[in-house]
């Protein structure tokens, strides 16, 4: 607990000003996290990091969670961002000759999902941040509640499993408490950061944010165990990996832009 | 023999007329082969088509298939298509956990790959035609000629392996015989077509798009020795399946986009 509670606090002191700040110094550190969260999913699906198909995959990573203004150098090549993932899906097509049997189909395909999970997400925490810190805290304060919420109702009065085979210790009943303590926490901070929208709106939309948290932890979870790990990394001591971290915010995130709320 | 012989002459009979009216139902049919070569890549990979996984890979590969303007409406919807990619994608991981432990993330990303593989490909089939018949006559040259140049000379005079752990058949004799043939005829075409360009950069073009056009025809070899299967499917009786028929144009049709020649 002590070793938590430490990673804890010295992982805030680096985070908070990045966040506080934003710009690009936030975008770049963006761009890390996706690095590391990327190098966490290619040692867990065992491909090699140091290797032309890592270098491919972080390449089409870093393609996906660069700000769009980062591409603009495309435009004057006349090439778009989808013939860039072709080109690269077809280098890791093409080793799969070059490689004689040892690189895969299903490999190339855990790459290119590996690249695009990891992507996505950072992508859209740089993206909210431009948009505003209150929208960042939001996100934050959804994750962080319903995190809370379903630990501790869970541990209360958790019953009924909700993921046996992925995530044996969840709860039903802490999954439901997940979504009121966002309704509660997050709902607060929404009212009192002042942020556009009606009533219902805003509950409708904090619900369906706090499951999707939920089933972006649930992913990671059913990632994680299908792999045989425990943790993603172990870069914070006492609570695994960036992925481990991240894991609702991946999903949060870019449903908040695609429902137009950013 | 005499099976393969017939396919050809009615697939030709049902094909040309198709390629020479162009337009939508030209569209309409790269879309029906991309289908069919989407199908026949999830039987081979052992994923069910008539599963939630399935109808989203399909939903994902007619994203990318489609020419631009169908998906003009999500402009109107103030959604990318970077963003449905991001959706269909995470309903995939979804279904790691909905699962129960059936469908894993090594099979979000062979869905993945599936998709984007066969939906580039035909996206630029179509969108060769659009830019003019002699395009598509042009990519077609210099893939039949690649690969009977490849097969005749292979067979006359090849003695060293090219790929043995793929493509136990193909030689060195071969692959350097398919492009002196695809020199020879594809450039005749070209030369006669009046297409623009200079002699150099075409002739340095045939060698790069003969050259990747076999990389076409040997990761298709790969994708089907990895699943232990000898054809893509069996709607071509003689000929296998439709991937089997497209493999090389599925490389080297997109690289005409890439390369700006189109």
């Given amino acids: ?17 990045f966040v506080v700040y934003g710009g690009i110094p936030f975008e770049l550190l963006s761009i890390l996290l996706a690095t590391i969260a990327l190098y966490e999913v290619l040692v867990m699906t065992k491909q090699r ?30 090439i778009t961002e989808m013939e ?22 299903d490999q190339v395909g855990i790459c ?27 996100a934050l304060f959804i994750v962080w509640s319903t995190d809370t919420g379903a ?6 009065i958790g019953k009924h499993k909700l993921a046996p085979n992925v995530s044996p210790n969840k709860t039903v009943e802490g999954f439901i408490g997940g979504i009121v303590c966002a309704l509660v926490i ?10 556009p929208g009606n009533i219902a709106f805003v ?3 904090l619900v369906f944010l706090s499951i999707f948290g939920q089933l972006g932890d649930l992913v990671e979870s059913a990632l994680k165990r299908f792999y045989g790990v425990k943790d993603s990394g172990k870069i914070l001591p006492g609570h695994g990996g960036i992925l481990d971290r991240f894991d609702s915010l991946l999903f949060v995130l870019p449903l908040l832009h695609i429902l137009q709320i950013i």
């Fill in 186 to 195: 997050a709902g607060g901070f929404y009212y009192f950061a002042e942020l």
């Fill in 84 to 105: 860039v993932i072709f080109i690269l899906m077809a280098l890791l097509l093409a080793n799969t000759v070059f490689s004689r049997n040892k690189f895969h189909f």
């Fill in 151 to 156: 630990y501790f109702i869970g541990k209360a």
């Fill in 1 to 17: 607990m002590k070793t938590r509670i430490i990673t804890a606090v010295v992982a805030l002191i680096f985070f908070i000003p």
């Fill in 49 to 78: 990091i140091f290797s032309m198909n890592g270098i491919i995959t972080l390449l089409l990573m870093w393609l996906v969670v660069v700000p769009d203004r980062y591409l603009d150098f495309l435009d004057t090549l006349h």
């Fill in 203 to 205: 509950l409708a939309l």
């Fill in 112 to 138: 290119m999902v590996a690249a695009f999970y990891t992507g996505f997400g950072f992508h859209y925490l740089a993206l909210t941040r431009e948009a505003g810190l209150m929208y960042v805290l939001f």
